[in-house]
């Protein structure tokens, strides 16, 4: 594979920014460690004549969000002839769609928490949780048990997104599980220090406990990953991703799937590969391995 020039798209023009500059420089890091030939390339509006002059045979695509996640990119490496890693780009148009997804759950029979589109300001659910369907990293979702804050939470969702969701809320343990090449990765117990896993406790240091002690039986720890595979494969998605779900006790609910998950060192997909036996490095070779043998 080292005779391929690659070509990490980072950064970018959404709201997931910032994000966006670690995971691509980690994964840059990685690649120029393992000796390839290695270009970052921070998106924008001339990307595609930057992947032209970098001289690019494959695209690893660190991008999160708009632009990144809904299948743009991707789209357009398909015209160019590009192979990259992760989903293709209707997979990607898909689950950052958080409509799209569930239509895909509930087609395929992947257990997911009911849901309603928003028509009025009454409250569908006892406890509800209104989410903008097309934004990422918990921006603009709230988690609401009565009529006013219910209205508000419309209100403000409604600033990121035109098309809103309301599903009901279901009380459990937050899981993710990672997906890489087909093989559903240790599972992740996200475990919030305010109870609500939020924009403020994804990305504030100390404000979220990640541990891999589960709690689960083995047979409810095979049966959360297969239902997280279920799920990956319900949205059509390839390559790697993260599936987000909440555990009842008994039924896993899968919330969504993550085409283009965090790639820091610390982000929970290299975690749980860690957890796996694998360095950072391997799993990006891995990644840049599943987007070649397309």
């Not at 509006?45 to 990119?73: M, N, P, Q, S, W």
């Amino acid at each position: 594979m080292k005779e391929n020039k690659v070509a990490v798209l980072y950064g970018g023009m959404s709201a997931e920014r910032e994000v966006s500059l670690r995971s691509g420089k980690a994964a840059y890091d990685a690649l120029v460690r393992l000796g390839y030939d290695t270009a970052l390339i921070d998106m924008d509006k001339d990307v595609a004549f930057k992947i032209r002059e970098a001289g690019a045979t494959v695209c690893f695509i660190a991008l999160h969000g708009t632009y990144g996640e809904d299948g743009r990119i991707q789209g357009m490496l398909d015209i160019m002839g590009l192979p990259y890693t992760g989903s293709d780009f209707e997979a990607n148009m898909v689950a950052f769609d958080k409509l799209m997804t569930k239509e895909q759950f509930v087609k395929n029979n992947v257990p997911t928490p009911a849901y309603k589109v928003p028509t009025d300001k009454k409250m569908p659910f006892k406890k509800c949780v209104v989410k903008p369907c097309r934004q990422g990293s918990s921006v603009g979702i709230h988690i609401v048990d009565n009529e006013a804050d219910y209205a508000a939470a419309l209100d403000d969702a409604a600033k990121y997104d035109s098309k809103l969701m309301v599903e009901e809320c279901i009380e459990g343990k937050e899981l993710t599980i990672s997906i890489l090449n087909g093989e559903a990765l240790p599972i992740i117990w996200i475990r919030p220090k305010k109870g609500v896993y939020d924009y403020e406790s994804k990305y504030t240091k100390g404000m979220t406990e990640y541990v891999f002690e589960t709690e689960l039986t083995d047979e409810q720890y095979k049966y959360v990953q297969k239902v997280a595979l279920d799920a990956f494969n319900a949205a059509g998605c390839s390559g790697y991703g993260r599936v987000d779900a909440i555990f009842d006790g008994k039924e896993s609910y899968v919330l969504e799937v993550n085409t283009l998950p965090g790639m820091t060192e610390t982000s929970l997909l290299p975690k749980a590969a860690g957890k796996a036996g694998m360095t950072f490095e391997q799993m990006v070779e891995k990644m840049l391995a599943g987007a070649l043998k397309k």
